[in-house]
T-cell receptor, first 115, second 114 residues
Framework: NAGVTQTPKFRVLKTGQSMTLLCAQD?????MYWYRQDPGMGLRLIHY???????AKGEVPDGYNVSRLKKQNFLLGLESAAPSQTSVYFC??????????????FGPGTRLTVT | AQKVTQAQTEISVVEKEDVTLDCVYE???????LFWYKQPPSGELVFLIR??????QNEISGRYSWNFQKSTSSFNFTITASQVVDSAVYFC???????????FGSGTRLQVQP
């Protein structure tokens, strides 16, 4: 049981390049999330998904796109990377139940540097 | 709007000392959930506890304990007899019922010196 995994662990991009971060979970969770962590700011939600084929914007969605074609995978795309997107990106997943908030399980993170 | 404040940016203690990490939250909702996560130097986030707004009972798990006080909008975390392995960044987070996002505080870095 691997939990939540993220690929790659590290990446360096040049401004304007594109890339996709892959998140996979094997816990059969309905919900999946992408966060970014910047120094001194905690984690902020970029996009999330409540099920296969559905996505929604979070707190800081600009410059990112996401897709959830399979229940176990959640992809985060940067179409044209900018230095402001230098950050550590975390994927998370959780169960769902009406009226109840389950804890989110996080992946190990991807450290992205945009030069 | 909702907000989570962890006023202590960094705390340094000597092993075996007790330490309390403060968390103060703001929300207009009457129903919500509070969480604590640990981020060790390796970088992953580890879930520690979830508390809903209807349950004000304090909780103890080994050397960890949590004090939830709705009257002061606080959800503080105490480590008793700290150990070097407790060195990490600790995050408090809030989630509104029916919402998906966690609102995180900025974290408290705890350093436990041997």
């Amino acid at each position: 049981n691997a939990g939540v995994t993220q690929t790659p662990k590290f990446r360096v991009l040049k401004t304007g390049q594109s890339m996709t971060l892959l998140c996979a979970q094997d816990m059969n969770h309905e919900y999946m999330y992408w966060y970014r962590q910047d120094p001194g700011m905690g984690l902020r939600l970029i996009h999330y998904s409540v099920g296969e084929g559905t996505t929604a914007k979070g707190e800081v969605p600009d410059g990112y796109n996401v897709s959830r074609l399979k229940k176990q995978n959640f992809l985060l795309g940067l179409e044209s990377a900018a230095p402001s997107q230098t950050s550590v990106y975390f994927c998370a997943s959780s169960y769902s139940s009406p009226g109840r908030a389950y804890e989110q399980y996080f992946g190990p993170g991807t450290r992205l540097t945009v030069t | 709007a909702q907000k989570v404040t962890q006023a202590q940016t960094e705390i340094s203690v000597v092993e075996k000392e007790d330490v309390t990490l403060d968390c103060v939250y703001e929300t207009r909702d009457t129903t919500y959930y509070l969480f604590w996560y640990k981020q060790p130097p390796s970088g992953e986030l580890v879930f520690l506890i979830r508390r809903n707004s209807f349950d004000e009972q304090n909780e103890i798990s080994g050397r960890y304990s949590w004090n939830f006080q709705k009257s002061t909008s606080s959800f503080n975390f105490t480590i008793t007899a700290s150990q070097v392995v407790d060195s990490a960044v600790y995050f408090c987070a809030l989630r509104r019922t029916g919402r998906r996002a966690l609102t995180f505080g900025s974290g408290t870095r705890l350093q436990v010196q041997p």
